[in-house]
């Protein structure tokens, strides 16, 4: 995106033709309204980006159709130049000429034809450099099929496209659609252009559609065109006396046969612009942040540092590019439809002034004709940036230019500062439309992602905070270390040859969060398909399951003009969250997956726990729609946004957390529900807080060991190299938060299970690595995990010991209580009212960790103390023989 400078922001509205209500497609789904369509087509004009075109922004869909199209706008145009009623000099009319076929040329490269050219589309910044407006268009609008108006102005339309008239398929026409218009039709409007300004004057305004037509036609047998139209004109004596360069240029251009007419890049070849290339250096396009190139290969410092400083009265809202400028203006309260309210470009009107036109069998018809202001109004509004500019007139350079080796980067030295840190602990919401707050996210974020992965650390640790939305796209790709030429891996991947998968992501595409614009387009059910179609063919160890269509949305969602970087993003997500999940038998992933989810369940909340197991709504009814699509398949995307922002700062294991904060917001309803209740109630998921969800997962992370969610089919991650995810204060005693994936494996790691026992134990394991860590034991330095704990945090940790008072005696965990199981439970496993159990009591609420020699006891035991329901029960994995290979038991002084 290039940066505002000195423009503006400029809106048009048009309306995209109504289809029939009572039609439906080939697949029996109600037809796409082509303002959809429209929407779907535009997103890719944001990305072609050029000195000589104004930068599309963003496009908006009201109600009947309408559409509201933001982009780069300048108050003046060739317009201004020919209302002065004197030619333009030949150096000027070269000058332009070149800039123009420049921006064609390069909007011809990316398969865009103007087609729309007229002296008011031709824009001229404040340096007079060209800048071509409205140029989306006839691509956006499908070559003028799904509108009502054409495209193109008739004074300046090529003899070609003028015969081929008008087509819309809203007239059910059987006639074959014309082809659509190519870059020579560009050329001769360009010629019409030039023609004006060396003539002075604009010729052709006033001369009726039916004249033109005559006219075009009498064009076609002269050869030399240009003197004919001088003659036609008056202004046969000023043609003449052109230079011969410029009426050769105007010849070239307005040759009648378009076989004989060059295209834009055919004529800047051409030795009438010669001396006019020089002055114009050849476009580099912007290096994008996944790439092979250095993205520093073309920066130019200047040779007056000092021009880099600046002073107080720098306007640096104008150096943020536009998207950005627009996103704040939105924020601080800009309303599109309002702007063109007040500049009487949408009028709203009494209902019984809207009744269509009526007709009846002898001729006679009641009502109104169509309205005009369904046709195409080609006035742009400026959006005034002034509100904006209010807001932000606290905000000082500083928070422009934040220093990254800054500490406190994050909140910039300002007199807004006190109100920037208030901020940053208001809900999320409320932070996400702060104008203030989020320039300052903004700016940080985009300098933090251009320096990755230099600073991915530091990205990590302002994603902690918040993610900008407006850059949530890139920041979820740093945060899944997306690196390398991905837009070269995915163009190797066959996306084309059918394979036995492409019937399913079909059906399944129609159905994936259709109620979104975006998504539910024609474009976007493409980009769809050739994403999930590259992952399917680029995996072939895994299979399509259902549900992979909602795991690419969100990604898709937010790069929907970079299908390199939505394919990167989900192809580094699965791995992480869902290893495995996509084999062609997952059945033993999945069970594995929904066991420690239930010991997850009775870990944190046990009467929960109880009471589904005995109503028998097991996580297997409700939950593998969750973790196989990582809750998109329940959630619209605007909560996933909020939910993966923190997800992705977690290792394999908060799932399990998301999944039980979840139950703990239906609490209330399931405890007091049986099971067909419960059935119905997850049939239509009640509305989720996401942000208590998100702050209560979180929570029930830091309070869950480690080890408690070993899987074995969890991909072995390595640990960052700085401590900057969720945290584990429990488990670390840390004041930083930390992802901590698994550690490699060691004599002390938990140690795999048979899925049939561990479907046995109602409680998770945890491996002796994380109970020295709980207990703070300090031992030989290869078994100890070097951790920094602030001096306030107090052990929250109740080590059990089951074994009999002889064993105990013989050495035991320091701190760890004795309760030994003959005595605290009956033959049937029943646990005990006695001292000991009573001592358990007062301390219920801490993480108890069950130990013994004997794994079938310590299982047990742990069961019934989630049975009393007591939480954060767990057992100690391998039981205490593990533990006297350490060094670490204590034996109790001798009695004297």
């Excluded at 009319?93 to 103007?114: C, D, K, P, S």
């Excluded at 837009?487 to 079909?506: F, G, L, N, S, W």
């Excluded at 024609?522 to 590259?534: C, E, I, M, N, S």
């Amino acid at each position: 995106m290039q940066a505002l400078q000195g423009a503006e922001l400029g809106a048009f509205t048009f309306f995209a033709s109504p289809l029939p209500h009572d039609v439906c497609g080939s697949n029996g789904l109600p037809l796409t309204p082509n303002s959809i369509k429209i929407l779907g087509r535009f997103q890719i004009l944001k990305t072609i980006t050029h000195p000589r075109l104004c930068q599309y922004v963003d496009i908006s869909r009201g109600k009947h159709e309408r559409l509201i199209v933001v982009a780069e706008h300048y108050e003046h145009s060739l317009q201004d130049l020919l209302k002065q009623h004197h030619p333009v000099s030949s150096e000027k009319v070269l000058q332009i000429a070149y800039e123009v076929l420049e921006g064609l040329t390069f909007m011809n490269r990316h398969g865009v034809v103007h087609r729309a050219l007229s002296p008011h589309n031709v824009l001229l910044d404040r340096k007079g450099k060209v800048k071509l407006a409205k140029f989306g268009l006839y691509h956006m609008t499908d070559h003028g099929a799904d509108v009502d108006f054409p495209i193109g102005y008739p004074s300046y339309l090529a003899p070609e496209v003028i015969a081929q008239g008008s087509f819309y398929l809203s007239e059910g026409s059987v006639v074959e659609a014309p082809l659509p218009s190519g870059p020579k039709a560009d050329v001769w409007s360009v010629g019409m252009l030039l023609f004006e300004l060396c003539a002075g004057r604009q010729l052709l305004q006033n001369i009726e559609i039916s004249e033109r037509l005559k006219f075009i036609i009498t064009l076609g047998c002269m050869d030399d065109i240009v003197t004919v139209l001088a003659e036609e004109h008056g202004c046969l004596d000023v043609i003449r006396e052109l230079p011969d360069n410029v009426q050769t240029l105007l010849r070239r251009c307005l040759m009648f046969p378009p076989s004989k007419r060059p295209t834009p890049a055919q004529l800047l070849e051409e030795p009438v612009f010669v001396g006019v290339a020089s002055l114009y250096p050849a476009y580099q396009n912007p290096v994008s942040l996944f790439s092979s190139s250095p993205r520093c290969a073309h920066l130019e410092l200047p040779e007056d540092l000092n021009e880099l400083c600046k002073g107080d009265g720098q306007d640096y809202l104008s150096e943020r590019t536009v998207d950005e400028v627009y996103h704040l203006w939105c924020l601080a309260g800009g309303d599109l439809e309002k702007e063109l309210t007040n500049k009487d470009i949408i009028q709203s009107k009494p209902p019984v002034c809207t009744l269509p036109n009526f007709i009846f069998e002898d001729g006679e018809s009641f009502g109104q004709s169509r309205d005009r202001s369904f046709l195409l109004d080609d006035t742009t509004v400026t959006l005034s940036l002034c509100q904006l500019r209010n807001r932000l007139r606290d905000v000082t350079g500083e928070a422009y230019y934040p220093l990254l080796e800054d500490e406190h980067c994050g909140l910039p030295q300002s007199n807004s500062s006190t109100e920037l840190s208030a901020a940053s602990n208001l809900p999320l919401i409320i932070r996400e439309r702060d104008t203030e707050y989020q320039l300052t996210r903004i700016v940080l974020f985009d300098r933090l992602l251009k320096a990755y992965p230099y600073k991915k650390n530091q990205v990590w640790k302002e994603a902690r905070v918040d993610v900008p939305p407006l850059l949530r796209g890139l920041a979820w790709a740093t945060l899944l270390g997306v690196e390398g030429d991905i837009q070269a891996k995915y163009d190797a991947i066959d996306k084309d040859t059918a394979i036995p998968t492409d019937r399913q992501i079909e059906v399944d595409i129609p159905r994936c969060h259709q109620y979104d614009e975006l998504l539910s387009s024609p474009q976007g059910h493409v980009k769809f398909r050739r994403v999930l179609k590259a992952w399917v063919v680029s995996h072939p160890d895994l299979v399509y399951w259902q549900g992979l269509d909602s795991l690419c949305a969100p990604f898709l969602y937010l790069n929907f003009n970079n299908e390199a970087l939505a394919y990167a993003c989900m192809s580094a997500f699965i791995p992480k969250y869902l290893y495995d999940f996509f084999l062609k038998d997952n059945s033993h992933v999945i069970q594995e997956y929904l066991t420690v989810f239930s010991q997850m369940i009775a870990f944190h909340d046990p009467e929960l726990s109880n009471h589904l197991n005995e109503i028998g709504f097991i996580p297997d009814l409700y939950a593998i729609p969750w973790f196989l699509t990582m809750f998109t398949h329940v959630f619209p995307l605007h909560k996933i946004f909020h939910l993966w922002d923190t997800l992705l700062l977690g290792n394999s294991s908060f799932p399990f957390c998301i999944g039980v904060a979840i139950l703990q917001q239906l609490r209330d309803r399931l405890l007091a529900n049986g099971f067909n209740e419960c059935i119905l109630l997850f049939s239509d998921l009640p509305e989720i807080d996401i942000e208590r969800c998100v702050r209560e997962s979180i929570s029930l992370f830091c309070w869950t060991p480690k080890s408690a969610t070993f899987r074995q089919h969890a991909q072995t991650a390595k640990p960052l190299s700085d401590g900057i995810g969720i945290g584990r204060p429990l488990a670390y005693y840390s004041s930083d938060y930390h992802d901590y994936p698994d550690l490699p494996n060691t004599d002390l790691s938990r140690e795999p299970l048979k899925l049939s026992e561990l479907k046995a134990e109602v409680s998770p394991r945890i491996s002796s690595e994380d109970l020295i860590d709980l207990c703070e034991l300090t031992g030989p330095a290869h078994f100890k995990t070097p951790v920094k704990r602030p001096k306030t945090v107090k052990t929250k940790i109740l080590a059990v010991d089951i074994r009999s008072a002889e064993d105990f005696g013989r050495g035991h965990v320091q701190g760890s209580v004795n309760i030994p199981y003959g005595s605290a439970c009956t033959p049937d496993g029943e646990l005990l009212q006695c001292p000991a159990t009573h001592l358990l009591a007062t301390h219920k609420g801490r993480v108890i960790v069950v130990l013994s020699n004997i794994m079938k006891n310590a299982a047990t035991f742990a069961a019934h103390l989630v049975k009393l329901n007591y939480p954060r029960v767990c057992v100690l994995d391998g039981g205490m023989n593990k533990m006297k290979s350490t060094g670490l038991l204590t034996v109790p002084s001798p009695q004297i």
